[in-house]
Structures are given as C-alpha cells and as structure tokens.
C-alpha cells in the first residue's frame, strides 16, 4: 500500500487505506455474535512510510548487496521523486523520497536474491 502512495502521483491516503472507496479491514466470522468494524486508518500509510523512509542504513547496506550481485544495477540512480503536492516540508520530501527508493530496492532485492528484504536482510545485519 505504501508503494501505491508513492507511485501513483494522484492518490491520496484516504484512496491508498481505501482502493474503491472500500475499507481495509478485518472480516467478521460468521459465527462471531459482535460485528468487528476495525479498518485501516489513512494515517497508517503515512507511518508506514515514515517508517521505510527512515530506514537509510537498509537503503545504503541493501544498495551495496545488489551491486555486488549484480554490478549493472542502477538501484543507486534511482532518485524516487514523488509528486510536489505529496510533502510541505524538506523533511517530509526526503522521508517520502528514501521509502520509494526503499520499496524499489526492495523489489530488486527479492528478484536477485530470492528472500525477503525485512525481516531477513535488515535484522540479521543488525540496524533495525
């Protein structure tokens, strides 16, 4: 869902917590006497984000791994611009920048290696 947010330069949170205007949540059992409401709040997406983007020693560690498996890769060019309207601060632009550059490594990362960046990568090297 983060890297819905970042991607789509239209969407907004309320649009990535709810694709369709439906709500991201959990179903009732059948057989549960008490309707269970919880859905995803729109403000989850932003702490996701704020979470990855403030992961720079999984970017620059998981960068250095996939140039040494693959040294024709650009992961390190990737830039991850997101849409102006997305931030209001210098602060906000570089978290919201770092998570898209995250989520792209992130993709590449899987792809050569064949496992999962989190938790495998970034907890057995130790900077989580």
């Not at 995803?40 to 970017?59: C, E, K």
């Not at 102006?84 to 770092?98: G, N």
Request: proline share 5%; glycine share 8%; charged share 20%.
């Amino acid at each position: 869902m983060a890297g819905s947010y970042v991607e789509n330069d239209r969407q907004s949170y309320r649009q990535t917590a709810s694709p369709g205007g439906r709500a991201t949540g959990y179903q009732t059992p059948s057989e549960s006497p008490t309707i269970d409401e919880r859905a995803l709040h729109h403000s989850t997406i932003w702490r996701m984000l704020a979470w990855l983007g403030s992961q720079s020693v999984s970017l620059v560690l998981g960068r250095q791994q996939v140039q040494e498996r693959h040294p024709g890769s650009t992961c390190h060019r990737f830039l991850g611009a997101v849409a102006p309207h997305k931030f209001r601060s210098p602060q906000r632009e570089q978290l919201l920048r770092r998570a898209r550059q995250l989520l792209h490594l992130i993709a590449e990362w899987e792809g050569l290696f064949c496992r999962r960046f989190f938790p495998r990568f970034a907890t057995r090297a130790g900077f989580l």
